[in-house]
DNA sequence: CTCCAGATTGACTGGTCAGTCAATGTGAGG
DNA sequence: CCTCACATTGACTGACCAGTCAATCTGGAG
């Protein structure tokens, strides 16, 4: 057999490897941890990380671009419903947020590791980020031409605040500055789409273009 | 003299190196680099650089701290002037934008390096950081009192999202996927604070607490 | 001019760690 | 039982680089 088809019984050494990883990035960071940290964490010997992965940097690779294709494939699936705007955001939230609930080391690596890593990682895997901000940003054009949404907002602009603003909850509770209990969880995911959609003002006194 | 004192005519070497360090890290990024890229630029010797500072760390330490305490003094000085919350928003928007315009190198590196950096410096710095987002959440509790925003989005989580939408759009700046214009910088301003503040919707149905 | 404290220099060291590799284990097919 | 391909092992190496330090410079005070 092959890396890729793991026999019932016998465990999957490559995807151990991967998900100690997770672990270990998450609680030391990709740059201060070893290599052979990874090894430890899975049980296996050091030499074969290095049988499954041309080096560390590509075991990090692999984890974002699993993860990310997923993202993209359930925007690109909420997209595609039928609803209005604002409830195909919220899809988009759930979603992100519920990737962070249920693994919330994967998601913390990402972030701090690729997402925002401007001079390494986040410049190697600009485009599959970007993807991101444009299936977000198609929501928000779809809501712009049939009028539910403001014109006067640049539709890649809209899609930037919004992602900025899940973003920065899941770094807040990355950080542990925001609660994380499974009711915070949901009720973000509303909070931010109301914040993001029907704004935080409660009266509307006329809005400029 | 001393370090802090630097004669008219006399370089002060120390600035020299925090400058340089700028530059360097925001190239190539704190882990990518060495001291002695650092030293080269500033056209001093590598010894040099740990007579003024202790370690490589202590040089983003020191670049951070300067440059957040005057972002930090900014937003308490905008929340203590009488305005309305979103002429307070714009203000602080509008400062954190400029703050970019003015020197991106500076900013990219604060931004990659520490306010996202959960594992390193983010970690040590999170106090400050914090501050930053209390000194938001304040205005917007101001309003939420007064009235004139929403009661139904807690004001420290309307914080997050509003910072966390500028800190995105920096980030496309710095990934370049956003257009880098003193136009585009100041159309930003306003548009991030009539996302936020006003929302994205056109009509307004009711909004859910 | 002399002295001294602080500024400046850059060669060197010690430790760290990513990646290599030769040896060994294992199990499926013949 | 044998063979072979692939999995697994972990000691080792070579490069890299943060931080040290002894030597040298500089400029003001006396």
Known sequence: MTASAAKPGAVDKRRLILDAAVSVFARRGFHHCRVSDVADEAGVAYGL???????????LNTLFLERWQIMLDAIGEIDARDLPAREKLYGVASFIVDSYRHDPD?????????????????AIHIDKIREAYIGIAGIVETARAEGSF?????????????YGAIEQLLTGWIFEVLPKTDEEYERAKG???????????????????
């Open 49 to 59: 990380v290095y049988h499954y992965f041309r080096s560390k940097e590509e075991i």
């Open 106 to 122: 994967l998601m913390k690596v990402i972030i701090v590791e690729v997402t925002r890593a401007a001079n390494s990682f986040g």
């Open 150 to 162: 403001k014109s006067g907002i640049p539709a890649d602009f809209a899609a930037m605040c919004f």
């Open 191 to 209: 909070l931010v789409v109301e914040a993001i959609c029907g704004g935080l003002e409660s009266a509307h006194n006329g809005t400029s273009a």
